[in-house]
């Protein structure tokens, strides 16, 4: 009877998350994921309960019409089944055979099906292989089986989000790793793999006490041996369970045999905690400061493991100039005086090569030759790096549609990128214009010397904050006007993406409310830390990216002294035109009679867009008082790579009164636009938004979709040879042109 209740609890959980995602909102919109896997943590002897639950919606979403239950249903499923402590084999073949269904649907299910199939035929036969990858990247284990390492950055803007939010999270990540250190995670891995092999055979308490007991020389060499048995197990074509359960039972009989309790008997299931990523929380202050994290992230790796994987000449030669760079490090630099031709056939033989008179050994093994010059990467080499490093699709991308969820899960196994930097941003439109400005500026150091492109595998993750606004939380039927309008890339997401809109979305205005109650982790740092948790969540499960264009811009100024300025964005441009103030002689000299005309001549060249992807070039001359270029699409009808510009045109009209001017709006659809003033009138402009990167006395400004910085080395490096030659030719044909900037969901877009 009381399985029962327990499982009618449950299916009533998981029938309100399907009702979550047909739009019925509740006052625990956005807890709901979250209880219900803590109710699991709470009692992990519910998780198969809970997995028999979601196949069973599972089949019966994929039967009827309720296709946008899959994904959400699918990634709850396989968070439940990397944190369960044993589920039997009937279960996993039931959840295997339904993601091969997925293949015959059409992206973002056959997408994500397939990876789920992938790591589910390793979970069944090597059980465990799930969790004991994800803690030994995420918290940075050392281990020669698997020596893959993730870090999750979260960048906060402080001019964007308040101390108190800022101060919320820092608590929280805080309090989430206060008992997380390698020896508790390695015993978590330890006796995961060990209940997940033997089940109910083995006494997880006692097992844990043993292991908690033990040196941490000890305790590591357990770890090492369990690691290379379950990833032996897991990387073997034909694995069998069976010989895996018996490899763990080995070394779970040594580790009982070893204490002075000696056998124990079998105790039951008992749940392993998955303790959430490694996390760095900052504060957003400096331009350089996202590159900087990432090359402090990639120095150790790049010093020792990865020397098997690059060359040690590649190696030396970046890394003093990466350094070099960088504020923190400073070397002691030697000038010697050489007297060495630099050609090879001239050096001694290696017994004729003695020191240098009157020097010491010391200063001899200091200053000896090294090689002279070294040879570079190869440049092929080097672009392919650059071109795979581009998750974005193809160069021919200008006439498909905004939509692009290109699913990066197969990643570039022969580039053995070990490290995974997954960043975080929490904001509005403006801290994505940030980040933005800062994924170009990275690019384009790529393109000048490859040091993070083949060791670093980097995700972007979104998640929106806005403060200061009303308790009632708007809707798609009814919002209030500028209530979300700080937030248009969420919203679209949020449309793309329902498990997005219902997971992440809801912590925009959450996350504000949270900041102004008192936190329970002052006074008890083990409750449970909502926002960390959610994070956590997402970057572990939401790999589908989503490309939005990068848009650069060329500023040109009515002083002619000033050089122009190139500037990028992501979201929206607008320009509002000055009003002209005339000399104090000049107002007592002009007719009473006279109306000034508001705005000023605009000169627009653009290129319109069409469905048949055809040029069009149109000259437009009009008189407006400003304009607004929005790259993200308001509707999923108008889902187009383009930048929607609406131009508030002056128009004059004649009536019995006389002339007077009304304002109309001018709607155009274009990817490059050039906007001249024709008058002495300057306008100001603004990027996504930010007062900070306003633009003052601008007379023009150019827009166009921003380019791949390798695409235009390569494209610079073609032309050389072939001068006359106007298409892309070589190796530049293939790479991807424009600059995409990929954002994590969890669906991608669904169809």
């Known amino acids: 009877m009381e399985n029962t209740e327990v499982e009618s609890d449950i299916l009533r959980s ?28 709470r009692n992990p002897l519910n998780s198969a309960i809970l997995v028999k639950i979601l196949v069973k919606e599972l089949e019966r979403a994929e039967k009827g019409d309720y296709r946008h239950y899959i994904i959400p249903l699918l990634h709850t499923l396989m968070y439940t089944l990397i944190k369960a402590p044993c589920i039997s084999d009937d279960l996993y073949e039931r959840v295997y055979d339904f993601c091969k269904k997925l293949l015959t649907l059409p992206k973002p299910y056959c997408t994500i099906g397939l990876d789920y199939a992938f790591r589910l035929k390793t979970e069944r036969v090597a059980p465990g292989v799930l969790y004991q990858r994800m803690i030994i990247s995420e918290q940075s284990l050392k281990s020669h089986p698997y020596p893959y390492q993730e870090r999750v950055f979260i960048f906060a803007d402080p001019d964007v989000l308040s101390k108190a939010v800022c101060n919320s999270l820092v608590t929280e990540a805080k309090a989430s790793q206060m008992y997380q250190n390698p020896r508790s995670c390695m015993c978590y891995v330890i006796t995961r793999a060990v209940q997940a092999a033997l089940g109910e055979d083995c006494d997880v308490e006692s097992f844990q006490r043993i292991l908690q007991d033990k040196p941490t020389d ?78 402090l992230f990639v120095r150790p790796l790049s010093q020792t493991c990865e020397q098997d994987c690059l060359s040690q000449e590649l190696d030396n030669f970046e890394i003093q100039d990466i350094v070099s760079d960088c504020d923190c490090c400073e070397q002691t630099r030697f000038s010697v005086l050489s007297t060495d031709s630099g050609i090879e056939r001239d050096l001694p033989a ?74 975080v941003v929490l904001g509005d439109d403006r801290v ?32 929106p904050v806005v403060e200061g606004q009303p308790d009632t939380r708007p809707t798609q039927e009814h919002t209030t006007p500028g209530q979300m309008e700080l937030c248009e890339l969420a919203v679209y997401l949020g449309k793309a993406d329902p498990w997005y809109e219902s997971n992440i979305n809801t912590l925009c205005h959450m996350i504000p409310k949270l900041a102004t109650m008192p936190s329970s982790l002052s006074t008890h740092p083990r409750s449970d830390p909502f926002i960390i948790d959610v994070i956590a969540y997402y970057v572990r499960l939401g790999i589908q990216p989503v ?16 050089e122009p300025a190139e500037d990028v964005f992501l979201t929206e441009l607008s320009a509002k035109v000055q009003d002209c103030k005339a000399p104090k002689d000049h107002m007592q000299t002009k007719k009473k009679t006279t109306l000034e005309v508001p705005g000023a001549d605009l000169a627009v060249t653009y290129t319109k867009v069409l469905l048949s992807d055809r040029k069009k070039e149109v000259d437009v001359f009009l008189r407006s008082t400003g304009l607004v270029m929005k790259a993200i699409p308001s509707s999923e009808t108008e889902d187009l790579v383009c930048l929607n510009v609406n131009i508030a045109e002056v ?22 636009i050039k906007i001249q003033s024709m008058e002495q009138r300057t306008f100001n402009l603004c990027l996504d938004k930010d007062f900070r990167r306003t633009y003052t006395n601008v007379v023009g400004v150019e827009v166009s979709p921003c380019l791949e910085p390798s695409y235009c080395l390569q494209k610079t490096r073609t032309m050389k040879f072939s001068l006359h030659e106007s298409e892309d030719v070589g190796l530049a044909k293939y790479m991807p042109k424009s600059l995409l900037l990929p954002i994590n969901t969890f669906a991608g877009i669904i169809q």
Request: hydrophobic residues 35%; glycine residues 8%.
């Open 218 to 295: 000890e305790l590591e060499h357990c770890f090492r041996q369990v690691v290379a048995a379950v990833e032996c197990t897991g990387s073997e074509m034909n694995a069998d369970r069976a010989r895996h359960a018996e490899r763990l039972e080995k070394i779970y009989s040594m580790v009982l045999n070893s204490s002075a309790g000696g056998g124990c008997s079998p105790g039951g299931l008992h749940g392993t905690p998955l303790p959430n990523p490694n996390i760095s929380f900052h504060l957003w202050t400096d331009e350089d400061q996202l590159w900087k994290e990432l090359v």
């Open 432 to 463: 994505l214009g940030r980040l933005a400005q800062a994924f170009y500026s990275l690019r384009k150091r790529e393109t000048r010397r490859v040091f993070l492109t083949p060791r670093l595998n980097l995700q972007f993750y979104y998640v």
């Open 14 to 41: 998981v029938r309100a998350l399907l009702r979550e995602l047909d739009g019925h909102h509740h006052a625990f919109q956005g807890m709901l994921r979250w209880t219900l896997h803590k109710k699991m943590d």
């Open 350 to 423: 290696a017994g004729e090569e003695l020191p240098p008179p009157g020097g010491t050994d010391v200063e001899h093994a200091r200053l000896q030759r090294k090689g002279g010059i070294k040879k570079k990467a190869c440049l092929l080499e080097s672009m392919t790096l650059l071109q795979n490093s581009c998750n974005g699709p193809g160069a021919k991308q200008s006439g498909k549609l905004h939509r692009k969820s290109d699913s990066n899960v197969v990643s570039m196994l022969h580039l053995h990128r070990l490290y995974t930097a997954r960043i």
């Open 547 to 562: 490309y939005f264009q990068v848009y650069a811009v060329k500023i040109l100024f009515g002083n002619a002294a000033q």
């Open 651 to 672: 128009v004059k009209t004649s009536n019995l009164s006389g002339r007077s001017f009304s304002s109309a709006a001018n709607k155009i659809r274009t990817r490059n």
